[in-house]
C-alpha cells in the first residue's frame, strides 16, 4: 500500500527567507511520482513540482526544489526566497497504479511579513 | 495549457436535493479524470475515479449509488450527489491528467466545489 506523511501540520517561516516542507513516502512499486500541489484558501490545487523516482537529479521549478533522497523514502520541498502569497496549505502526493495520487496530511505554510 | 474547469463553485440547498457538479478539462482531453473530497482542515480523499466510455471505479467506503459519476465525453465528467443530506457538506474537487498515462504527468484540478446542505 502506498502511503505519504507530512509531520509538519503548520510552519511559520520570515519574509524572505527559505524554508523546508517534510515529506516521506512508503511504496512497495519502484516506480513511482512525487508532486508537491499548493493550495491557497480559495481552494484550488496548484501543481508545483515533480520528482520521478527515477529521476538523477533533483527536480527544480523557480523557487521550488525538491530534495528527493531515495533511500530514506522523503521529498522534501524547499521554497527559497518565501513570499507573502506562499502562504497556504501544501500537499505531497505519489502517484500510483499509473493514474492515481495518494496526498499527504498537508502542511499550512504562513509567512511573516 | 492543461485547464480544468469545475462548476458550480458553491452550492446551497435543502437536505434532499440531488446536486450535479461538472468537471471538464478546457484545453485537452481526459479518458480519466479523479472526483476528490476534502473536509476542513483535512487532506484530500480520492472518491472515484471517471473513465470515459465505462463505469467509474470507486474506492472502498464510497457509497456508488450516491454518488454518480459519468463520464460521457473525453472533456467532461459529472458527479451527482443524490438526496444529499448535511453529512454530505465538503468541498468536493475534480482532477484530470493531460497526454498519456506516463506517470511524470501531473494531475491538473479544478477550483472545487463548496457543497453546503441545509
Known amino acids: 500500500a502506498q502511503k505519504i506523511t507530512q509531520t509538519q501540520p503548520g510552519m511559520f517561516v520570515q519574509e524572505k527567507e527559505a524554508v523546508t516542507l517534510d515529506c516521506t513516502y512508503d511504496?512497495?512499486?519502484?516506480?513511482?511520482?512525487l508532486f508537491w500541489y499548493k493550495q491557497p484558501s480559495s481552494g484550488e490545487m496548484i501543481f508545483l513540482i515533480y520528482?520521478?523516482?527515477?529521476?538523477?537529479q533533483n527536480a527544480t521549478e523557480g523557487r521550488y526544489s525538491l530534495n528527493f533522497q531515495k533511500a530514506r523514502k522523503s521529498a522534501n520541498l524547499v521554497i527559497s526566497a518565501s513570499q507573502l502569497g506562499d502562504s497556504a496549505m501544501y500537499f505531497c502526493?505519489?502517484?500510483?497504479?499509473?493514474?492515481?495520487?495518494?496526498f499527504g496530511g498537508g502542511t499550512r505554510l504562513m509567512v511573516k511579513p | 495549457g492543461a485547464v480544468v474547469s469545475q462548476h458550480p463553485s458553491w452550492v446551497i440547498c435543502k437536505s434532499g436535493t440531488s446536486v450535479k457538479i461538472e468537471c471538464r478539462s478546457l484545453?485537452?482531453?481526459?479518458?480519466?479524470m479523479f472526483w476528490y473530497r476534502q473536509f476542513p482542515k483535512q487532506s484530500l480523499m480520492l472518491m472515484a475515479t471517471?473513465?470515459?466510455?465505462?463505469?467509474?471505479?470507486?474506492e472502498q467506503g464510497v457509497e456508488k449509488d450516491k454518488f454518480l459519476i459519468n463520464h460521457a465525453s473525453l472533456t467532461l465528467s459529472t458527479l451527482t450527489v443524490t438526496s444529499a443530506h448535511p453529512e454530505d457538506s465538503s468541498f468536493y474537487i475534480c482532477?484530470?491528467?493531460?497526454?498519456?498515462?506516463?506517470?511524470?504527468?501531473?494531475?491538473?484540478f479544478g477550483d472545487g466545489t463548496r457543497l453546503s446542505i441545509l
Open positions: 502526493a505519489m502517484s500510483y497504479a499509473g493514474n492515481m495520487l495518494t
Open positions: 484545453d485537452f482531453q481526459a479518458t480519466t
Open positions: 471517471s473513465n470515459e466510455g465505462s463505469k467509474a471505479t470507486y
Open positions: 511504496t512497495s512499486d519502484p516506480s513511482y511520482g
Open positions: 482532477s484530470a491528467r493531460a497526454g498519456d498515462r506516463g506517470r511524470n504527468q501531473p494531475q491538473h
Open positions: 520528482q520521478g523516482s527515477y529521476d538523477q
